[in-house]
């Protein structure tokens, strides 16, 4: 059984690029959330993806955005990034859409941004 | 308000004994779950137990119970047997629904430190 994969460990960018980062999830699981964790804070959804469609959103610009593939699959853009954005990236997979099971997290992408 | 509240920012434990961390939570959805996650150092982060709010008993998985009390909405994690092998981050957390779908709170964090 595969675990939950994340692409790239780290990455550097500066204010204005775009970044995409991705995630693969564990085999059998169709749910993928994404987090944002900036250092000494607990982790923010930024949203869920349930069979390809968004299924909740935190409190997060639209400048974030995400798509889940057929594989179940899931990337998180960030446009315009802010020195704010710097922080480690969470996926985590899950199998039902109501996430009552347990998440399964990769190990993040960190992600600075000067 | 704050959706999850950890009111201790660190905790010590004596190798071998029991511990409990706190956690409290605020929300008007009847269907909800409650997850507590240990992070190491190194970053990772670990589930450790789940409680669904129509659960008539305490979960349990191991060494982890969760001290469930709904009236008080509280659900603070017990430690059992601690080991040098617990020192981490521990979060609690909760899912709800809105009209967006599902919704994830994490709390700020416990720093567990356990000592030989």
């Known amino acids: 059984e595969t675990g939950v994969t994340q692409s790239p460990t780290h990455l550097i960018k500066t204010r204005g690029q775009q970044v995409t980062l991705r995630c693969s999830s564990q085999?059998?699981?169709?749910?993928v959330s994404w987090y944002q964790q900036a250092l000494g804070q607990g982790p923010q959804f930024i949203f869920q993806?349930?069979?390809?469609?968004?299924?909740g959103r935190g409190n997060f610009p639209p400048r974030f955005s995400g798509l889940q593939f057929p594989n179940y699959s899931s990337e998180l853009n960030v446009n315009a990034l802010e020195l704010d954005d710097s922080a480690l990236y969470l996926c985590?997979?899950?199998?039902?859409?109501?996430?009552?099971?347990?998440?399964?997290f990769g190990p993040g992408t960190r992600l600075t941004v000067l | 308000a704050q959706k999850i509240t950890q009111t201790q920012p660190g905790m010590f434990v004596q190798e071998k004994e029991a511990v409990t961390l706190d956690c409290t939570y605020d929300?008007?959805?009847?269907?909800?779950?409650l997850f507590w996650y240990k992070q190491p150092s190194s970053g990772e982060m670990i589930f450790l137990i789940y409680?669904?709010?129509?659960?008539?008993q305490n979960a349990t998985e191991g060494r982890y119970s969760l001290n469930f009390q709904k009236a008080r909405k509280s659900a603070n994690l017990v430690i059992s047997a601690s080991q040098l092998g617990d020192s981490a981050m521990y979060f609690c957390a909760m899912r709800e629904a809105d009209n967006t779908g599902n919704q994830f709170y994490f709390g700020t964090g416990t720093s567990l430190t356990v000592i030989p």
């Open positions: 085999s059998g699981h169709n749910t």
């Open positions: 929300t008007s959805d009847p269907s909800y779950g």
């Open positions: 409680q669904g709010s129509y659960d008539q």
């Open positions: 993806y349930y069979r390809e469609e968004e299924n």
């Open positions: 985590a997979s899950s199998y039902a859409r109501t996430g009552n099971n347990e998440q399964f």
